[in-house]
Structures are given as structure tokens and as C-alpha cells.
Nanobody, 121 residues
């Protein structure tokens, strides 16, 4: 059983910073892409940032220059450093990873439970 567990959300003032973490655990054979999505009230879930197994990254235009995605391969963990936060960043943030477990022959997409980020004064 593969699980993604997120942490690090919370309430922060505009201009502040937060760091989200997402750790994958279970019978993991290989992890390909890991990424962060967010969903604001009344809006569709959108990609925020992602990183491939080779280390390449991509970001939504709205977070470029403010957010940084990074990965600890030994810990099967992905991070999202969020700086210069604005109220428009308020959303539930979800971790996503493409993982092949030890009992499967293909990659499957897994999601974390989500962590709330609220930016407000």
C-alpha cells in the first residue's frame, strides 16, 4: 500500500512563507514525477509545480519566482517552498506522484490527502 502524507500547511500573512512536505511510503519500487496541485474554492484543481525523476522542474506562471519545488530522493519526499504568498495562493494543496509499487508492472498516480494553505491578514 502506497501512501502520500503531506504536512506544512497553515495560516500565513501576505508576504509570508510556508514550506510544504510530502513523503511517499509503502512498497515503492520507483517514483517518477512528483508534484503539487492546488484547488481553491469554486475552482478546478491546477498544477502548481512538478519535478521529474531526472530533476527537471516546471511551474505554473502564477508562482514562478516565488515557489520552489525540490526533492529528496533518499527519503521519497518532495517539498514546496512558497515565498511572497498572496491571498490568491489560498487553496488546498495536494501532493501527487507517479509510483510503481513492488506488485505492479506500471506506474500509478497517487494523491495525498491535501493540506490547507490560507493567506490572510
Amino acid at each position: 500500500q502506497v501512501q502520500l502524507v503531506e504536512s506544512g500547511g497553515g495560516l500565513v500573512q501576505p508576504g509570508g512563507s510556508l514550506r510544504l512536505s510530502c513523503a511517499a511510503s509503502g512498497n515503492i519500487l520507483r517514483i517518477n514525477t512528483m508534484g503539487w496541485y492546488r484547488q481553491a474554492p469554486g475552482k478546478e484543481r491546477e498544477l502548481v509545480a512538478a519535478t521529474s525523476s531526472g530533476g527537471s522542474t516546471n511551474y505554473d506562471d502564477s508562482v514562478k519566482g516565488r515557489f520552489t519545488i525540490s526533492r529528496d530522493y533518499a527519503k521519497n519526499t518532495v517539498y514546496l517552498q512558497m515565498n511572497s504568498l498572496t491571498p490568491e495562493d489560498t487553496a488546498i494543496y495536494y501532493c501527487n506522484a507517479d509510483i510503481r509499487d513492488r506488485y505492479s508492472t506500471r506506474l500509478q498516480s497517487y494523491w495525498g490527502q491535501g493540506t490547507q494553505v490560507t493567506v490572510s491578514s
